[in-house]
């Protein structure tokens, strides 16, 4: 492996723990705002983090273009349209996850809200993709998993907050599917800083209309979950994903960034002594194999195949 391929994969490793942890600072915080305050606080903050990145960006590229005059054009009417359709993903998906963690623990809200890797190459058989072998296994061995992580054995035990973020996984699954087919033709991160701000909007609005109580002592108690989930999670690990990727190698980006789910788990019982039995660690195995197994093919090509240095 060379030095950059690498320095890559450092990277994402980072991103994958940022974001992982990230679950603990959404449970964290919502000890003293609500989830939609919390929410709209953290995804404004998101957004306003990643124009300095997107003003850096623009001028290397006018730059590159041959000067200001020349940067590469966009349309203003189809990034509004485009950030309001995937804010409003955004929204559904966020929202459901947030109040999920109110019932669950951050380790399960890690790992079952990455169902959606195994959905979207699921859901993609609706837009005409294929899906092969792997990915049905995945399913398998992934359902398995959010049986005994949810359930511990007892079907009648099941956790409303994990039925709760297994439906946001749903909404993260469309919203993957609407980035994929909106960044052909948008910039990514002017892209990501329009959602986000529409999200926050969003919260914001339901959580005056749901009058969830705010004072300036409770901002100030939040105040580190709510940075850390604006500025780490969203502004520090977006860029650091987005310049990983790169120069990292597909097979290593796959599996790095399915690791998510175990930093969650991990931050859950190092932080907030959240219990980690027999049943949910193999909840955790088993849904993290499924993980594996739908990405597959690429994993395949890119260890069988030329890969980097």
């Not at 359709?85 to 459901?96: H, P, V």
């Amino acid at each position: 492996m060379n030095k950059r391929a690498l320095r890559a994969d450092i990277l994402l490793l980072l991103t994958s723990c940022i974001w992982g942890f990230a679950f603990v600072a959404q449970r964290t915080g919502m000890e003293y705002v609500g989830p939609f305050t919390f929410n709209g606080i953290r995804f404004l903050l998101g957004s306003l983090s990643l124009l300095p990145l997107i003003f850096v960006l623009r001028r290397k590229s006018a730059a590159k273009a041959g000067g200001e005059g020349q940067q590469p054009a966009f349309s203003p009417k189809q990034l509004i349209l485009s950030s309001v359709m995937a804010g409003i993903c955004l929204f559904i998906a966020a929202s459901l996850q947030q109040v999920g963690l109110i019932y669950t623990t951050a380790g399960h809200s890690g790992f079952i809200t990455g169902l959606y890797v195994v959905l979207v190459p699921i859901f993609g058989i609706f837009l005409g993709r294929k899906t092969g072998i792997p990915t049905w296994v995945g399913a398998v061995f992934t359902l398995m998993g959010l049986y005994f992580l949810s359930a511990a054995g007892n079907l009648g035990s099941i956790n409303p907050g994990d039925i709760v973020t297994a439906i946001s996984a749903f909404f993260w699954t469309i919203h993957v599917l609407l980035i994929d087919a909106m960044v052909k033709k948008i910039d990514p991160l002017m892209l990501s800083s329009g959602q986000f701000a529409c999200c926050g909007i969003l919260s914001c609005i339901v959580a005056l209309v749901r009058m969830e109580p705010l004072s300036a002592a409770a901002l100030m108690g939040g105040l580190i979950p709510i940075l850390y989930g604006g500025f780490g999670s969203v502004g520090v690990a977006y860029t650091l994903q987005v310049v990983a990727q790169k120069d990292a190698p597909p097979a290593h980006a796959s599996i790095i960034l399915c690791l998510e789910g175990v930093f969650a788990a991990i931050g859950g019982v190092l932080i907030l002594s959240e219990p980690l039995g027999p049943w949910t660690l193999l909840g955790f195995i088993l849904m993290f194999c499924g993980m594996l197994a739908t990405q597959w093919d690429v994993i395949f090509r890119g260890f069988s195949g030329k890969a980097r240095g």
